[in-house]
């Protein structure tokens, strides 16, 4: 167990749909990643956020967004969901610079959300 | 823009046996880090063993190690021993030092274990 979670596990929903998938980073963690697993795409950064605001981006689409809270839980929220959109959408966290050099760039996975858009 | 490059899509190896997964990757900087990640039918993906470029000697974890060669940019994992439990997907990644750079993933080894 990474100390990661995610809800839910499963989602299954219809195309032009909205959902929202939650992350929980382990404690103390303030960075917070998103990737998207897909048969085709392997696995594809989405978008980052440290404590609180927006700190990279990478191929996410105008229909997805997410946010960080000030609990440090991120939502991502996907839109007009498309078929292509199946995937296993996966959250990741990394510590904040340490004693240990190389945490800051270590991230640990929560177990993912699996969504079918039929 | 960094790159990474897993040649093998598929290994198997016999129970016991050792067997060895390639990696290359591609960066025009000087210090960043290297992982290997696995993910098993349960699909999570679990950190195994952790590379630091800066880092001559090359990382290992009970038994794991990798054989890490800067100047070729090649980062192969070795599985010592190989059990039935390691049967899995296993990513080579990479990522920048600082910590505001994301993971960048090969596609991936399928790699089977033979009772």
């Known amino acids: 167990d990474s100390g990661v979670t995610q809800t839910p596990k499963h989602l299954i929903t219809a195309t032009g749909q909205r959902v929202t998938l939650r992350c929980s980073p382990r404690?103390?963690?303030?960075?917070v990643y998103w990737y998207q697993q897909s048969l085709d795409q392997g696995l594809q950064f989405l978008i980052q956020?440290?404590?609180?605001?927006?700190?990279a981006k990478g191929n996410i689409l105008e229909r997805f967004s997410a946010q960080q809270f000030p609990d440090l839980h991120s939502e991502l929220n996907l839109s007009s969901l498309e078929l292509g959109d199946s995937a296993l959408y996966f959250c990741?966290?990394?510590?904040?610079?340490?004693?240990?050099?190389?945490?800051?760039?270590?991230?640990?996975f929560g177990p993912g959300t699996r969504l079918l858009v039929l | 823009a960094q790159t990474v490059t897993q040649s093998q899509p598929e290994m198997s190896v016999q129970e016991a046996e050792t067997v060895t997964l390639s990696c290359t990757y591609d960066?025009?900087?000087?210090?960043?880090?290297l992982f290997w990640y696995k993910q098993p039918p349960s699909r999570q993906m679990i950190l195994v063993i952790r590379?630091?470029?800066?880092?001559?000697q090359n990382a290992t974890e009970n038994r794991f190690s990798v054989n890490f060669q800067k100047a070729a940019k090649s980062f192969s994992l070795k599985i010592s021993d190989s059990q039935l439990g390691d049967a899995a997907m296993y990513f080579c990644?990479?990522?920048?030092?600082?910590?505001?750079?994301?993971?960048?993933f090969g596609k991936g080894t399928r790699l089977s274990v033979i009772a």
């Open positions: 990644a990479s990522t920048l030092k600082g910590g505001n750079t994301p993971l960048v």
């Open positions: 956020y440290y404590n609180g605001e927006e700190r």
């Open positions: 590379q630091e470029a800066y880092k001559q």
């Open positions: 404690s103390g963690d303030l960075s």
């Open positions: 960066t025009s900087e000087s210090d960043y880090y």
């Open positions: 990741a966290s990394s510590p904040r610079r340490g004693w240990d050099r190389g945490s800051q760039e270590t991230q640990y």
